[in-house]
Nanobody, 129 residues
Framework: VQLQASGGGLVQAGGSLRLSCAAS????????MGWFRQAPGKQRELVAS????????KYADYVKGRFTISREEPSNTVYLHMNEVKPEDTAVYYC???????????????????????WGQGTQVTVSS
């Protein structure tokens, strides 16, 4: 799987933005997908993840209720819908994947950041106050 992230930009606080991550490969539905972010001077952190069939989604506490992760099979794309953005959401956002077919270890045990095996390039999100 190869990943291509896009959709970043400059947005005012309280606004919305949608990030996209296009994945190549014919077995997209067997991959757990994640969005991560890294702010200047800080460690990379998980924002949200979604299993291959979309039946399980996880969010970091600081984005719950504001961000939504979704995936679209025909286009092999994962989205991060960002609403009510805050200046502290400013970061480079990355998408990543790990093979996790239904019933597999990573399907039943959400992977940690280090267990994701494929990463896209980052897309910058800047939130102005």
């Amino acid at each position: 799987v190869q990943l291509q992230a896009s959709g970043g930009g400059l947005v005012q606080a309280g606004g919305s933005l949608r990030l996209s991550c296009a994945a190549s490969g014919r077995t997209f539905s067997t991959y757990t997908m994640g969005w991560f972010r890294q702010a200047p001077g800080k460690q990379r952190e998980l924002v949200a993840s979604i299993t291959g069939n979309g039946d399980s989604r996880k969010y970091a506490d600081y984005v719950k209720g504001r961000f939504t992760i979704s995936r679209e099979e025909p286009s092999n794309t994962v989205y991060l819908h960002m609403n009510e953005v805050k200046p502290e959401d400013t970061a480079v956002y990355y998408c990543a994947s790990v093979e996790a077919p239904y019933g597999s270890y990573y399907y039943n045990n959400p992977p940690t950041m280090n267990e994701y095996t494929c990463w896209g390039q980052g897309t910058q999100v800047t939130v102005s106050s």
